[in-house]
């Protein structure tokens, strides 16, 4: 499996279709949908259509793993099967899935066949904040009762104070999980140096 230093390229894009053949690659995708349906049920409320969840950590997965043009596919599935599973008594709105698979999108093209580094995954997720706050803002003022400056608002004091945390989730995330998907032949070899662990080898049983 090749690395690529930017998403800019024919291998790069040629691998991401390529994984929509890989039946692994798929049941990976359909396992996380699993895990987000069970990692959204965890969510902590903080206001109308607000709140603290890590189901990024598995739609960030999907796309390290499968590449952008299935994490597409994932997110429109995902976030179809969690309103219908969720039952909330509301009436679908595409916007979300729009989101969730921009998100997605910017997941794969920072992780996908990439070496992980730690600004990698900060850039990743101050991306994935500030489009979740844009548009999520605009899709609340359009379905409930507030302006758009209140949701937008609200949800910009939310992901900024949440996203050091959520970059610190990611990492520990990535650096338990790469070496494990590596030796298991799912991803190519990605940590960055600055993802591994940094033992201390100084022991001397004499002093």
Same mark, same amino acid.
């Given at each position: 499996?090749?690395?690529?230093?930017?998403?800019?390229? %024919?291998?790069? $894009?040629?691998?991401? !279709?390529?994984?929509?053949?890989? &039946?692994?690659?798929?049941?990976?995708? !359909?396992?996380?949908?699993?895990?987000?349906?069970? &990692?959204? %049920?965890?969510?902590?409320?903080?206001?109308?259509?607000?709140?603290?969840?890590?189901?990024? *950590?598995?739609? +960030?997965?999907?796309? =390290?793993?499968?590449?952008?043009?299935? !994490?597409?596919?994932?997110? #429109?599935?995902?976030?179809?099967?969690?309103?219908?599973?969720?039952?909330?008594?509301?009436?679908?709105?595409?916007?979300?899935?729009?989101?969730? +698979?921009?998100?997605? &999108?910017?997941?794969?093209? #920072?992780?996908?066949?990439?070496?992980?580094? $730690?600004? %990698?995954? /900060?850039?990743?997720? @101050?991306?994935?904040?500030?489009?979740?706050?844009?548009?999520?803002? @605009? $899709?609340?003022? /359009?379905?409930?009762?507030?302006?758009?400056?209140?949701?937008?608002?609200?949800?910009?004091?939310?992901?900024? =104070?949440?996203?050091? =945390?959520? /970059? @610190?989730? @990611?990492?520990?995330?990535?650096?338990?999980?790469?070496?494990? *998907?590596?030796?298991?032949? $799912?991803?190519?070899?990605?940590?960055?140096?600055?993802?591994?662990?940094?033992?201390?080898?100084?022991?001397?049983?004499? %002093?």
């Amino acid at each position: 499996m090749s690395l690529y230093s930017t998403p800019f390229s %024919r291998g790069y $894009w040629r691998a991401a !279709a390529a994984e929509m053949k890989d &039946l692994r690659k798929l049941l990976f995708a !359909a396992l996380m949908i699993a895990a987000c349906l069970v &990692l959204n %049920r965890f969510k902590i409320p903080l206001g109308e259509n607000l709140s603290l969840s890590i189901t990024y *950590l598995a739609r +960030a997965l999907c796309a =390290l793993v499968c590449g952008p043009v299935v !994490a597409v596919v994932f997110a #429109f599935a995902e976030d179809t099967i969690s309103f219908f599973v969720s039952g909330g008594g509301y009436a679908y709105f595409p916007g979300y899935a729009l989101t969730t +698979a921009l998100g997605c &999108l910017i997941y794969a093209l #920072f992780f996908y066949r990439a070496r992980i580094t $730690w600004w %990698r995954i /900060i850039v990743a997720k @101050l991306l994935t904040n500030i489009q979740n706050v844009f548009l999520g803002s @605009l $899709w609340s003022a /359009i379905l409930y009762s507030k302006g758009y400056l209140y949701y937008l608002t609200s949800s910009a004091v939310k992901n900024i =104070l949440y996203l050091p =945390l959520q /970059i @610190l989730l @990611l990492f520990l995330l990535f650096r338990a999980l790469l070496p494990v *998907l590596h030796k298991m032949g $799912w991803l190519p070899r990605q940590m960055g140096k600055s993802m591994e662990k940094r033992e201390k080898r100084n022991f001397d049983p004499e %002093r």
